[in-house]
């Protein structure tokens, strides 16, 4: 869960912090956007780059139109919908709500991307399948079992509305094997469509390629 990423040591801007403040806390934290509140609402996040564009370190942080009010998730989701998020925005960090809308705190991109390249589904060697189908025939057990029959098997999947056919879902997922031919046959043959495949010709070892297979996962 998302929640348990939250990192402490980051705090929120108020409105009535001045952008001196701000670039003093970007520097220190090494982030180049941090969120702003008012209360416990979340407003947005204030960057480094409109603080320079405005050229007035005096200027209230409430003063700034803020950017990215929609980068939050909310406690109870998954890391990776806070990657999406944080990832969509170009932002190194993510805001964390509470069911009631309320700011818990931030959670950084480094550190969620920490946790999933030391899962054997990303640092293993194998093929990244993508599928798309109709909602009601999703059925996991079912497309691991012809999988399977393959003598291979699955390292991870990552289920999401298909954003071309919103009837749809696009399920991904890493193979434990490079050669993907007669997997995708074997899917083809029992009526799953095919989108897209990525064939890893080596085991994942360093930081870009890591979060490029992560990125795999999450596209949808």
């Known amino acids: 869960m998302i929640v348990d990423l939250i990192n402490d040591m980051i705090p929120p801007l108020k409105v009535t912090d001045d952008a001196a403040k701000a670039l003093v806390w970007m520097e220190e934290l090494r982030l180049h956007a941090l969120p702003v509140i008012k209360d416990k609402t979340f407003l947005g996040f204030l960057t480094e780059d ?3 564009d405005q050229n007035d370190v005096g200027a ?6 803020l950017r990215g009010e929609d980068c939050f998730v909310y406690d109870y989701q998954h890391t990776y919908e806070a990657v999406k998020k944080a990832t969509n925005f170009e932002f190194e960090c993510v805001v964390v709500l509470n069911e009631k809308d ?3 705190g931030v959670a950084v991109l480094s550190d969620a991307l920490s946790i999933f390249s030391q899962s054997a589904s990303i640092q293993s060697e194998g093929g990244v399948i993508v599928l798309s189908m109709n909602q009601a025939d999703y059925s996991l057990s079912e497309i691991s ?3 399977e029959s393959n003598d291979a098997r699955v390292m ?3 289920l999401n509305i298909d954003k071309n056919e919103p009837t749809k879902f696009r399920l991904t997922l890493k193979i434990n094997k490079v050669d993907l031919t007669h997997i995708i046959a074997t899917l083809e043959r ?3 469509k095919v989108v897209a495949k990525y064939q890893e010709v ?3 070892s360093n930081e870009k390629e890591r979060l490029d297979m992560l990125m795999r996962y999450l596209d949808a």
Not at 60 to 65: A, I, Q, R, S
């Open 50 to 52: 409109m603080i320079i």
């Open 60 to 65: 209230k942080v409430g003063d700034f139109l």
């Open 102 to 104: 309320e700011f818990l």
């Open 145 to 147: 079992r012809l999988i």
């Open 156 to 158: 991870g999947s990552s």
């Open 190 to 192: 029992f009526g799953y």
């Open 202 to 204: 080596k085991s994942i």
